[in-house]
C-alpha cells in the first residue's frame, strides 16, 4: 500500500478513539472528562513542563501537530502564545475547541493533514508534534512540512518512541501491548534514526525522556508489580546508566537563520 493511501486509514482510526479515555469517568466533552484527561497526562509525563517551557512563548506564533483535544496548546495559549493546532482527526478538534471554551483560550483549531499543511512557508516560530510522527504514514514528510512552515531561526519540538526504551523492551518481555498498537501505522524509532528524519535542521538535539512512573492504568496483582517492584527498582539505578532507556526520544531542532 502506498504511503499516501494509509492517510484514510489513520483518519478513521483516531476519529474513533480518543486517547487515554479510560482515565476519566466523565462523560467525554465535559469540563471533569478535559480535567481528568489533563491532570493524567501530566502526572505519566512528568518531564513534559520541565522540557518544554509552555509560558515561556508569549507573543510567538506556535503550530502543534497533531493536537489531539489540545491538552498541551492550551498550557501554551495560557502562556500568551498565538497558538493553531491542527489534527487529521475531526473528532480531536471538535474536542479541542471545547477544551479551549472551558479555559476561555483563545485558538485557531483546523482538520488538517500533518503531511500537507495549509499554511505559507516561514508562517511560525515555533511547531510542536508531541507523539504524532510515530502514527503518520510518511514521517520524513511531515518533518519537512514542519521545517518549511517554521521562520527562519524558528524551533521544531517533537517526540517518537525509543526502539531501545524501557517500555518497548518490557512490553516485548512480558508480552504486554503497547498503547495503540492496533493503529494503522506504530513505528518506534533509535536516537540514530531520529536525527537522521530531522536532518533538514541546521542544528538538533535529542534527550531521552519519560522513565517509570506510578501508573493508575493496571491494578490488582499487575499494577502491584509494576508500581512497586518495577518502578522502585527501576529509579533505584543511577539515572546516567539508563539515560538512553528514556521511552519517549524528545527532540529539539533549529532551523537555519
Not at 489533563?38 to 506556535?62: H, M, Q, T, W
Not at 501491548?177 to 536532518?199: N, Q, W
Amino acid at each position: 500500500m502506498k504511503l499516501n493511501d494509509m492517510i484514510p486509514q489513520i483518519r478513521d482510526y483516531w476519529n474513533e478513539r480518543i486517547h487515554d479515555l479510560e482515565m476519566t469517568e466523565y462523560p467525554v466533552g465535559t469540563e471533569g472528562f478535559f480535567s481528568d484527561l489533563e491532570a493524567y497526562r501530566f502526572d505519566k509525563l512528568n518531564y513534559l513542563p520541565k522540557a518544554v517551557d509552555f509560558s515561556g512563548c508569549r507573543g510567538k506564533c506556535i503550530l502543534e501537530i497533531g493536537c489531539g483535544i489540545g491538552i498541551d496548546l492550551v498550557r501554551f495559549a495560557e502562556g500568551g502564545a498565538d497558538v493553531t493546532g491542527v489534527d487529521l482527526s475531526k473528532t480531536a478538534i471538535d474536542l479541542a475547541r471545547q477544551n479551549f471554551k472551558y479555559h476561555h483560550a483563545k485558538g485557531k483549531l483546523i482538520v488538517m493533514d500533518g503531511e500537507a499543511l495549509e499554511f505559507p512557508n516561514n508562517a511560525f516560530d515555533v511547531v510542536y508534534a508531541h507523539g504524532v510522527l510515530q502514527y503518520t504514514a510518511d514521517p520524513y514528510k511531515m518533518i519537512t512540512e514542519a521545517h518549511r512552515v517554521l521562520k527562519p531561526g524558528g524551533q521544531f519540538i517533537g517526540m517518537v518512541y525509543n526502539r531501545k526504551g524501557w517500555l518497548n523492551v518490557m512490553s516485548k518481555f512480558f508480552k504486554v501491548g503497547l498503547e495503540h498498537e492496533d493503529a494503522p501505522v506504530l513505528e518506534k524509532y533509535t536516537i540514530k534514526e531520529f536525527r537522521k528524519m530531522l536532518a533538514p535542521f541546521s542544528s538538533v538535539h535529542i534527550v531521552p525522556e519519560r522513565f517509570p512512573v506510578k501508573s493508575r492504568l493496571h491494578g490488582g496483582i499487575k499494577g502491584f508489580l509494576f508500581n512497586t517492584i518495577f518502578v522502585g527498582a527501576f529509579n533505584l539505578i543511577p539515572r546516567p546508566l539508563v539515560r538512553n532507556s528514556g521511552w519517549h526520544l524528545m527532540g529539539f531542532a533549529r532551523k537555519q537563520g
